[in-house]
């Protein structure tokens, strides 16, 4: 009996080393490498039950399969050896809750990521979403380098498609999510507004993303790849203003109910500005002038054809509705209007922007939206989202306000409404001459309302039919360059005034102009108080370089 149990505890101490080998042979069964835990989510909205894997470029497994949780999260080990090589993370199947129709239990497609090699460690996330399938799409499908795909994608759709952020649900966000997580669930689920919008079914959305990233492997988001215009499924083909269609579809899902993210306008980042939009009949162009649209001034062409014939359209009356929405409240802004020129179908168009979107440090202020209506206010409408900027080089604006000339003013914080001096607007509209005699056009526009700034000129009858009308029966602009020697603008119709003859300017040179505005007998003021006479706030002050912007 001894001699059985002094074996058994011989081949014990025998087998401690070779368990020992076995386990360090299987903890390092991926060519003697460790593995790395890769973790993220699967969102359309989140994808539940979707099977997740990671293969090479050429096509071989090196992680998973394994199904998305609930939320659509998902945890992968893949070997540390295989992480220095690019990797495409696919999910499939699964399914979601559509977040613009409201419809739930629908069927997932397949949702990707490429990611570069050498990118990725143990701890870090990479999310799978409508964006990184179209930019991992023009990767695999398309031929494109991964930084050229990103490069296209954000130009084209305004933002960054970045894997590292981790979008949560637009429609029932997770408790505590911040801010880049609120944004990326809005932008997943504006792909699934853009689809419904487009007639397409939840489950379509899929077909949707690859037909996208056909589309901008050119690297114009315009409906068509380099043979022609290209199909999503079926008979459904990409329309023309396809990149216009989706800037609309964020609007559209933030306007629909369904978006309980709390972001304000001033968060949602910059909305692309598409050039293109359609209408049942007409297909209309945004041509910009040489100067983008910016806080004051702008001017720019519209390029009016029918859809059907490809012909210009002619004789039209053409009308701009331009609204800024801010984080607490909107406005509008003056319109010039729109008149065709020369060229059949061709329609140049001026307002003047009261503020930019975007400060000069990237800040977003809210968004600008450009309403025109093709045939009058009843006729068919298309919208523009155009990215203003502030004003550079020269003043573009300054603000003169009435005394007893007021308008009926905003409730703050559910208080009364208390009246407040109206505004005077005056926009520099041109600047032309030489040294010794400069010529200076003013625009010059009241506020009635937040949604109202027409143009003022004598005739003009401010605030009609409420208690604050005003019937401007005299106006005097009037322009010095000293503040003691003064001239006297000429009313040219519809708000504009032309100072001619300015001396005391020099070419290429910064100077300053003063400008004082007299309606109905009474000066107003930058302050709305009385004239004080001594400079301080008798009139408006602008900086102009004769020959600059």
């Keep these: 009996m001894r001699g059985t149990a002094d074996l058994r505890a011989w081949l014990k101490l025998a087998l401690i080393p070779m368990v020992g080998i076995l386990a360090a042979c299987q903890g390092n069964s991926n060519n003697n490498t460790a593995d790395e835990v890769v973790t993220g989510s699967v969102v359309a909205a989140p994808v539940s039950g ?43 199947g699964g399914t979601f809750d559509d977040e613009a129709s409201g419809l739930s239990g629908r069927s997932a497609g397949q949702l990707t ?32 380098t991964l930084s050229v795909a990103n490069s296209a994608f954000e130009s084209a759709f305004g933002f960054a498609a970045d894997t590292g952020v981790a979008p949560t649900d637009a429609t029932a966000p997770m408790a505590g999510a911040e801010q880049a ?27 949707l993303l690859p037909a996208l990233a056909r589309d901008l492997a050119d690297g114009d988001l315009d409906g068509e790849d380099a ?12 329309p023309a203003d ?64 029918d859809r059907a014939t490809h012909l210009p359209v002619s004789g039209q009356m053409v009308t701009l509705m331009p609204m800024m929405h801010m984080a607490a ?40 939206q450009l309403q025109v209506m093709v045939g009058g206010m009843a006729g068919e409408s298309a919208t523009f989202y155009p990215q203003v900027m502030m004003a550079m080089g020269d003043t573009a604006k300054a603000v003169l306000k009435g005394q007893s000339d007021m308008i009926a003013g905003m409730a703050m914080s559910g208080g009364m409404a208390m009246d407040q001096n109206r505004s005077y607007y005056l926009f520099k509209a041109g600047l032309t001459g030489m040294s010794g005699s400069y010529d200076l056009d003013l625009f010059v526009a009241a506020k009635e309302s937040m949604m109202s700034y027409p143009p ?33 603008a000429t009313d040219n119709g519809n708000g504009h005034w032309t100072v001619s003859g300015i001396t005391g300017l020099s070419d290429g040179v910064a100077g300053t102009v003063y400008v004082r505005l007299t309606i109905n007998g009474e000066q107003k003021t930058s302050d709305g108080a009385a004239p004080m006479g001594d400079g301080s706030n008798d009139y408006a002050s602008f900086t102009l370089t004769p020959g600059g912007m």
């Design 50 to 92: 979707a099977s997740v894997v990671a293969k090479d470029v050429h096509g071989n497994q090196v992680a998973g399969p394994v199904t998305t949780a609930a939320d659509g999260s998902y945890s992968l080990t893949i070997p540390d050896s295989d992480l220095s090589s690019d990797l495409i993370i696919t999910a499939s």
């Design 113 to 144: 990521a490429y990611v570069a090699g050498g990118s990725l460690g143990t701890g870090d996330a990479v999310h799978l979403t409508p964006a990184s399938t179209i930019v991992a799409d023009m990767v695999s499908e398309q031929g494109m």
């Design 181 to 207: 997580q609120l944004l990326a669930g809005l932008r997943a689920a504006t792909f699934s507004q853009l689809a419904m919008d487009m007639g397409l079914s939840s489950e379509q959305q899929f077909d």
């Design 227 to 238: 043979t022609g215009p290209v199909t999503v499924t079926g008979a459904t083909l990409l």
């Design 242 to 305: 396809i990149r216009n269609r989706f800037t609309q579809a964020m609007v559209n899902f933030r306007a629909g109910g369904n978006d309980n993210t709390g972001l304000s306008n001033d968060m949602i980042g910059t909305l692309p500005f598409a050039k293109v939009a359609l209408t049942s009949s007409y297909k209309l162009e945004y041509m910009p002038s040489m100067m983008a649209a910016m806080e004051g001034k702008t001017g720019f062409t519209l390029r009016i054809t």
């Design 329 to 368: 409240h909107e406005h509008a802004t003056p319109v010039e209007g729109c008149t065709e020129t020369a060229t059949a179908g061709d329609y140049a168009c001026t307002l003047y922007y009261l503020m930019g979107s975007t400060m000069m440090s990237g800040m977003s202020m809210g968004y600008w």
């Design 456 to 488: 003022v000129f004598v005739g003009t009858t401010l605030s009609s039919g409420t208690a604050y009308e005003l019937t401007v029966a005299s106006m005097s602009v009037e322009v010095s360059t000293d503040a003691s020697t003064w001239l006297a």
